[in-house]
């Protein structure tokens, strides 16, 4: 199904961003200009390229915008198309088919014809399947429409090669806690859109809270104050007082009870790998469900997993690492929610495999002679002979090739004097 802000289907230039009273709040603060858009620098900065293209210094491309949810694509379109005074046409991919598609290319070859140019904004183009893609090959080729297509997965996979080719890609970051906290402000200050006349009052440490709880999508920050500051009884003053309990009851006490850069999160962050150490699988389970469900970066607990991987099993079990790191590479393609279940699996095999701390005794041992010997000179014997002087000097003399001279391997001493026969690695 296919939706305008206009009254009729495909008909007037739209705004794209007006929304009534009865709109939730993150849709009435939707920024109505590129002054009121909080985030993105990179891309809406001074002389960046979305700067440009909305200060009208060059012709609109078509465009993925890839970005988490909260992050600003539609707002983005939205500003793009007023600033081109184009007609904006609006589809979500969840509702809309090719016959919604090809409904719009018609109009818009229609509109064109009148010298109108149409903007053809697609929500979450990605569940778009491959037929329904190519339908808007041709249009997007020739000019009858301007793509501006939204997606929070990774537009290499998701999105055809052949359309791919027609578009640029822009990234769009996830929101710092500073950002969002920033957009809570302008709502609760905001008397005509915004939650201003409902008097809410919320410390400066709560509405920190919030920012850094909703993981960087300013639509789950906004709707969590809307519904605190709704469902707070105003007191005699008719002031609604917000506070950590109120906050709770919004947002779900296991993401605001996180705290990204608090104590907290440190403390989750060790159980999860002693409970891995441990070898308690179930342990590790609700460790890494507890970080995961209150927001933590699922960046930061593969790294996590990647040191143990490596300090805990090493090679008693070297497909752990390998484990590992795969989670992690997955995780960074794809992301959260579907993140999760690599991040499970990782975590399940490190708990269960064999445990070694061999490779970090070995390493921290031979770093202790290392720093106490550190002026000890390299054997003449290892080191390369790169020049006719240093040949005459000794460099290299009686340096056995293995492959050669298979003895060398257990004749030839590769530690320097002081330090002949140590072992640092037990293999057993």
Known sequence: MAYSTTGNLFS???????????????????????????????????????RRLIDGAGNLPSLILWGAPGTGKTTLAGLLAERAEARFVALSAVFSGVKDLRAAITEARHERQF????????DEIHRFNKGQQDALLHAVEDGTVTLIGATTENPSFEVTGALLSRCRVLVLNPLTPDEVKTILEHALADSERG?????????????????????????????????????????????????????IEALGRARYAYDKGGEEHYNLASALIKSLRNSDVDAALYWLARL???????????????????????????QAMVQAAAAADIVQLIGLPEGLFPLSQATIYLARAPKS????????????????????????????AVTPLMKHAGYGEGYRYVHNDPKAKDEMECLPESLRGRKYFDEE
Do not use: W
């Open 12 to 50: 007037k230039s739209p705004e794209p961003h007006k929304a009534d009273a009865s709109s939730p709040l993150a849709e009435r603060m939707r920024p109505r200009s590129l002054a009121e858009f909080v985030g993105q620098s990179h891309l809406v900065g001074e002389g960046r390229i979305l």
């Open 115 to 122: 010298g109108k140019r149409t903007i053809l904004f697609i």
């Open 357 to 384: 701390n061999a490779v970090k005794s070995a390493y921290h041992a031979a770093q202790a002679d290392a720093s106490e010997t550190a002026r000890e000179p390299v054997p003449l014997h290892l080191r390369n």
């Open 292 to 318: 995961i469900e209150g927001g933590a970066d699922p960046i930061f607990i593969a790294r996590r997993l990647c040191i143990l991987a490596s300090e805990d099993i090493g090679l008693a079990d070297p």
């Open 195 to 247: 939650l201003a006349p409902l008097q809410p009052e919320i410390s400066d440490s709560v509405l920190e809270r919030v920012a850094s709880s909703a993981a960087g999508d300013a639509r789950v920050a906004l709707a969590a104050l809307e519904a605190a500051a709704e469902s707070t009884v105003p007191c005699e003053t008719g002031a609604r007082l917000i506070t950590d309990e109120t906050m």
